[in-house]
Structure formats: C-alpha cells, structure tokens
C-alpha cells in the first residue's frame, strides 16, 4: 500500500504541476509579453517539481515547459513574436532551442537542491533552487539562441549592431533580473512550506522503501 501510495503521489504532482503549467502558459501568469522577449513565470513549477520529484521529475515538468513555449511559435496557447520569426527559420532549430534548455533546467535543478539541502535549512535551499531556475532558463535558452541563430538578420536585428554579450544583455533587459528575484522568493516560500508539512521527507521515506 505504501508503495502505491507513493507512486499515487507522484503521478498526482505530475499531474497538478503540468496542469498548472498548461494554465500559466495560456495567461499572462506564465507568459508576459513585453517586446521580443517575454517575462515567464514557467520556471516556477520546473523548480518545484526538481525540489519534489528529484531531477528525473524536474526534466519531465521542464519538458511541459519546453512543449508550451514551443507551441506559442504556432500560436497555440498564446503568440510569441520571437518564436513565430525562429520557426520561420527552422522549426526544427527552434524547437531545440525551445526544448532542450527546459529539460537541462529541470534536471540540473534536482541536483542543486539536493546539493543546498546538504548543506542549508529548507528556505535557502529552496529559493537558491529557484534562483538557478530562472538563471539558468535565461543563459540556456538566450545561449541558443545567438548559438542556432546568431547569424540571421533576425537576431542581428535584435542586437542593433552591438557585439554578442550586450546584444543579449540589452534584449533580457530588467526581464531576467525580474524573473530571478519571483523565482527565488515564490520558489523559496512554496518549497518551505511543502518541506516544513513533511511533503518532500515523505516521498523520500516512499522511494527508500521501493528501493527495498
């Protein structure tokens, strides 16, 4: 029964956390346009399933993420600008870019929770978990970007003649400092909580026993 229960509770985050992310990505909560760019808030549920479900469960969400982001190139749930132009490009580029730093986001976040819970009290190790959501989301994905498509007239365009490194701070702007300061807090408030009601400890105690 214990272990059922503990897939139980996985399979229900998984759910709750992809419906979560399927909303905000049809909101301004998960995607805020402004300019080229956009404020996205979808990190936040990669964080919290990283710190719940481990690194494995971090990817899957991420891959959530990754798929919305995607989809907004074609104007499913939502529009993004800078998405419709890249999928003009390639689709095919566009979607690794849209993809592949979602994925390594949410994986790479399981180990540094499980790194800063080592080594701090719940609320740090939460919030600099989120922190590197919203850090590392923004340096993978604008990484791609110049990476995939630096050379095109597009993203030359974007960067107004400037070299590579203030091309992209002018482009992220006060957007990522935004994103990294909701993360942080937001990430760091929610995981205490699931931390301190014993949320986290126990799944642990489910999986030790499955392993038994």
Known sequence: MKLTSGKTVRLTLYGLLTGILILMACTP???LNIGPLAITFNMIPVAIAAITLGPAGGAIIGAVF???SFLQC???LGMSGMGAATFA???????VQRMLPRVLDGFLLGYIYRFMKKHS???PACAVTGFFAAFLNTLMFMGLL???FGNTAYVKNLMGGHNVIVGVCL?????????MLASTLITGAVG??????GFVARRSEHVKKAAA
């Open 29 to 31: 909560l998960g995607y």
């Open 66 to 68: 990754g798929m919305t």
């Open 74 to 76: 074609l104007g499913v």
């Open 89 to 95: 490009i390639s689709p095919f580029l566009t979607f």
């Open 121 to 123: 009290a719940a609320f």
């Open 146 to 148: 110049v990476l995939l």
């Open 171 to 179: 482009m992220i702007g006060v957007n990522a400092i935004f994103e």
């Open 192 to 197: 205490t909580a699931l931390v301190k009601a």
